[in-house]
C-alpha cells in the first residue's frame, strides 16, 4: 500500500515537472516599464567641461548640500536663494534674497553657525579634516548671483499605476550655461517603487536603473556637476 502511494506521489510530481508547471518567482511589477524607460533617455549627457570655483544652485534654496561642496574642497562658493524663512537652515531669519556661501578663514566674521556646527560633526573625517583646522563656511547677502552656470535638480512622478501597485519617479539633473542657456551636462535617472508588495510603506523596496541588466549607460557615481566641471 505504502509503495503504490510513494509511486503515485513520484508520478504527479514527475507530471508537473515535465508539463511546466514548475514554481517561479514573484515578478516584481514595473521592472518592465523601468526597463523601458531607462533604455529610452536615462543615463548622463556631457556637452562640454569647465573649470570653475562655483556655481548658482538654484534648486536647493538653503544651500543644504553646501557643507560637502565647499567643506570638501571641491568649490570655493555657491550662490543660492533664500525665499522662504525655513527653520534650521543657514539663513534662518535672514532677509529674503540671493546669498553667497564661500571658503572663508576661520575667524571670519561672516562665518556661519549653522555650517560650522555641522563641519564640527564631520572634522573626524578625511574630507573635511584639512579644510576645518583653518577654514569656516562664511555666509553674506549679495544683490544678484555673479555665477556664470546654473546646477538644477526637478523630478516629479512619471508613472503611478495603481492597478499593479507601483510608482516610478523620474529625476532630471542639469547644468546650463546662464547667458547662453547652453546645456552643458544631464543627468536623467528612474526610480520605481512596487508599493504593492507590502503592507508597510516602510517597507517599500526601490530599483533604480543601474539595476537593469540591459541598461546600456554606466550609472554614475557622482553628480553631473563634477562632471562638467572637472571636479
Not at 571658503?103 to 572634522?123: H, I, M, S, T, V
Not at 536603473?209 to 554614475?220: A, V
Request: charged content about 25%; overall charge positive; hydrophobic content about 30%.
Amino acid at each position: 500500500m505504502n509503495k503504490r502511494r510513494y509511486l503515485a506521489c513520484a508520478i504527479g510530481a514527475l507530471a508537473i515537472l515535465t508539463s511546466g508547471c514548475v514554481f517561479k518567482p514573484r515578478v516584481i511589477p514595473g521592472m518592465d516599464e523601468l526597463e523601458a524607460l531607462c533604455l529610452k533617455d536615462a543615463g548622463a549627457i556631457v556637452n562640454g567641461i569647465e573649470k570653475v570655483d562655483g556655481y548658482y544652485l538654484s534648486t536647493t534654496k538653503e544651500c543644504a548640500a553646501c557643507v560637502t561642496l565647499i567643506g570638501t574642497g571641491q568649490y570655493d562658493f555657491i550662490e543660492f536663494e533664500h525665499d522662504k524663512d525655513r527653520s534650521g537652515t543657514p539663513v534662518q531669519g535672514q532677509p529674503f534674497g540671493y546669498y553667497i556661501a564661500y571658503k572663508a578663514p576661520k575667524g571670519d566674521p561672516n562665518c556661519n553657525e549653522y555650517f560650522q556646527r555641522d563641519l564640527e560633526r564631520k572634522k573626524g573625517s578625511s574630507y573635511y579634516k584639512d579644510f576645518y583646522k583653518k577654514n569656516c563656511i562664511a555666509t553674506k547677502k549679495i544683490d544678484a548671483f555673479r555665477s556664470k552656470y546654473l546646477y538644477a535638480s526637478t523630478g516629479e512622478i512619471w508613472i503611478n499605476n495603481k492597478i499593479e501597485g507601483y510608482e516610478i519617479y523620474r529625476s532630471v539633473d542639469k547644468v546650463v550655461n546662464i547667458k547662453s542657456k547652453e546645456l552643458l551636462g544631464q543627468y536623467t535617472s528612474y526610480l520605481l517603487t512596487p508599493y504593492s508588495l507590502f503592507k508597510r510603506p516602510e517597507s517599500y523596496m526601490t530599483l533604480q536603473c543601474s539595476g537593469i541588466n540591459k541598461f546600456k549607460y554606466k550609472s554614475i557615481k557622482k553628480p553631473i556637476d563634477t562632471w562638467v566641471f572637472g571636479k
